[in-house]
C-alpha cells in the first residue's frame, strides 16, 4: 500500500537555527498537504500544493512540491521556540480523493532556548 | 465557537468494558472522519463517512462500530476494549469529499485502557 515517510524522525534545533523536514511518498500525489500538531495538540492544516514544483511560502515557512509530486518539504527560518510540534505531510491515497489521507511518519521538532 | 468537538477528552476504563467516544462539527461539512494516534504519534484512518454514509473502512476490528446519526455527527462505539486499543483517537471533517481540502481536527480522546 502507499507509504509516506518523512525524515528526520526528530529534529532539536537552537532557537534561531533553521529546520527542515522531508517528505516522501511511494506513490505519485495529486497534490500534498501539511500540518502542524503542538504537544498535547491536534493537527492543524497548515497548506495544501497541487501543481508540479509548486513552492508557496507562510512568513518563515517554506513549502515545495517536488517535480514528480512524489515529495515535498518544509522549511523553516531563524526557529522560534512557537514551532515546537510534530509536522506531517499528507497525501490522498492513490484510489480516493481527499477523504483518505495517508498521514506522513512526522517529524518532532524541539527548540533549545 | 468550537468547530469539531469531542467528548470525552480522556477516558480511562478496563481491559473488556464498552465505551462509545462522540464527535460533533459546526462548520456545515460532508465530511467526517475517525483516526487514531499511537504512542509514536503515527496517525492512521480508521473510517469516513460522507453524508451519514461509510464511505472508508480500513482494516479496524470490527470491535470498532462508528455510527453517523446526521452528518454533523459521528460517534465511535468500542466493544470488549483491548490495551492495544489505548491511543488518541481524533475526529476530523473536510468539507467537500473528492477535493482537495484540509481536515478540520478535533481535540482528541486520550483513551487509556488498563
Known amino acids: 500500500g502507499q507509504q509516506v515517510m518523512q525524515i528526520p524522525q526528530y529534529q532539536h534545533v537552537q532557537e534561531g537555527e533553521d529546520f527542515t523536514t522531508y517528505c516522501n511518498s511511494s506513490t505519485t500525489l495529486s497534490n500534498i498537504q501539511w500540518y502542524k500538531q503542538r504537544p498535547g495538540g491536534h493537527p492543524v492544516f497548515l497548506i495544501q500544493l497541487v501543481k508540479s514544483g509548486e513552492v508557496k511560502k507562510q512568513k518563515r515557512l517554506t513549502f515545495q512540491f517536488g517535480e514528480a509530486k512524489k515529495n515535498s518539504s518544509l522549511h523553516i527560518t531563524a526557529t522560534q521556540t512557537t514551532d515546537v510540534g510534530t509536522y506531517f505531510c499528507?497525501?490522498?491515497?492513490?484510489?480516493?480523493?481527499?477523504?483518505?489521507?495517508?498521514f506522513g511518519t512526522g517529524t518532532r521538532l524541539t527548540i533549545i532556548p | 465557537d468550537t468547530a469539531v468537538s469531542q467528548t470525552p477528552k480522556y477516558l480511562v476504563t478496563q481491559m473488556g468494558n464498552d465505551k462509545s467516544i462522540k464527535c460533533e462539527q459546526n462548520l456545515g461539512h460532508d465530511t467526517m472522519y475517525w483516526y487514531k494516534q499511537d504512542s509514536k504519534k503515527f496517525l492512521k484512518i480508521m473510517f469516513s463517512?460522507?453524508?451519514?454514509?461509510?464511505?472508508i473502512n480500513e482494516t479496524v476490528p470490527n470491535r470498532f462500530s462508528p455510527k453517523s446519526p446526521d452528518k454533523a455527527h459521528l460517534n465511535l462505539h468500542i466493544n470488549s476494549l483491548e490495551l492495544g486499543d489505548s491511543a488518541v483517537y481524533f475526529c476530523?471533517?473536510?468539507?467537500?469529499?473528492?477535493?482537495?481540502?484540509?481536515?478540520?481536527f478535533g481535540p482528541g480522546t486520550r483513551l487509556t485502557v488498563t
Open positions: 499528507a497525501g490522498p491515497a492513490s484510489n480516493f480523493g481527499n477523504e483518505k489521507l495517508t
Open positions: 463517512y460522507n453524508n451519514k454514509e461509510l464511505i
Open positions: 476530523a471533517s473536510s468539507p467537500i469529499p473528492r477535493k482537495s481540502y484540509e481536515q478540520y
